[in-house]
């Protein structure tokens, strides 16, 4: 199906260990972001993408780390996953660097860390 | 630097009440302005925007227009319904890097 792909929806995982969250869109955007989601302080961007192979940080990356070799994924990894990363993961793309183009959204990876 | 404000929600109304959800944003340069939606268990998708200064975006009864000199984009609806209980994140997409900043957003619970 068309549109942006988020998986797994649901993950419980373990302090310490490492996981990869996936996002994958079928239109080719060029943009990519990684935001979190947690009560009080709405969306946050993690790392965002231009491109492939062109990767930047956002306003919290520490312990997230992204790569992006094809246009049509974008995945973050924890790399070693702590309690205060317990939060809502959304992946969203954006076609062009216009400004007045909108952003669409996966429907986001609810990870549980304990 | 650049930055969006909008109302401490929640925000609780009857069914027909009108709507106002204020955002008021800080930017260098002309930025883009969105207000999206999120509905439980889903993400985010775009409600309405305005591209420049005395736009207005309209979709499903909602609107709000770009308004440069006070820097805001509240959010208004005539008549709520209670389909409309959300989570309401004001947005803007700045011209200076890729970035979208949000909101912290703001929960509207619609009673019958």
């Known amino acids: 199906d068309a549109g942006i792909t988020q998986s797994p929806r649901y993950k419980i995982t373990e302090t310490g260990r490492q996981v990869t969250l996936m996002c994958h869109q079928t239109w080719s955007h060029s943009y990519m972001f990684w935001y979190r989601q947690d009560l009080g302080h709405g969306l946050r961007l993690i790392y965002y993408s231009a491109a492939a192979d062109i990767t930047d940080k956002g306003e919290v990356p520490d312990g997230y780390v992204v790569s992006r070799s094809k246009t049509e994924n974008f995945p973050l990894t924890l790399e070693s996953a702590t309690r205060s990363q317990t939060s809502v993961y959304f992946c969203?793309?954006?076609?062009?660097?216009?400004?007045?183009?909108?952003?669409?959204f996966g429907q986001g990876t609810r990870l549980t860390v304990v | 630097g650049n930055s969006v404000t909008q109302m401490e929600g929640p925000v609780t109304l009857s069914e027909e009440a009108f709507l106002t959800i204020n955002c008021t944003y800080t930017a260098t340069g002309y930025p883009s302005l969105f207000w999206y939606v999120q509905y439980p268990g889903e993400g985010l998708q775009l409600l309405l925007k305005?591209?420049?200064?005395?736009d207005k975006g309209s979709n499903k009864g909602f609107e709000a227009t770009y308004r440069k000199e006070t820097t805001s984009f509240h959010l208004e609806k005539g008549s709520v319904q209670v389909s409309d209980s959300a989570v309401y994140f004001c947005?803007?997409?700045?011209?200076?890097?890729?970035?979208?900043?949000f909101g912290k957003g703001t929960r509207l619970h619609i009673l019958p």
């Open positions: 947005a803007l997409r700045r011209a200076q890097d890729d970035k979208i900043i």
């Open positions: 969203a793309s954006i076609r062009t660097r216009q400004t007045n183009t909108e952003a669409f």
């Open positions: 305005a591209t420049k200064a005395d």
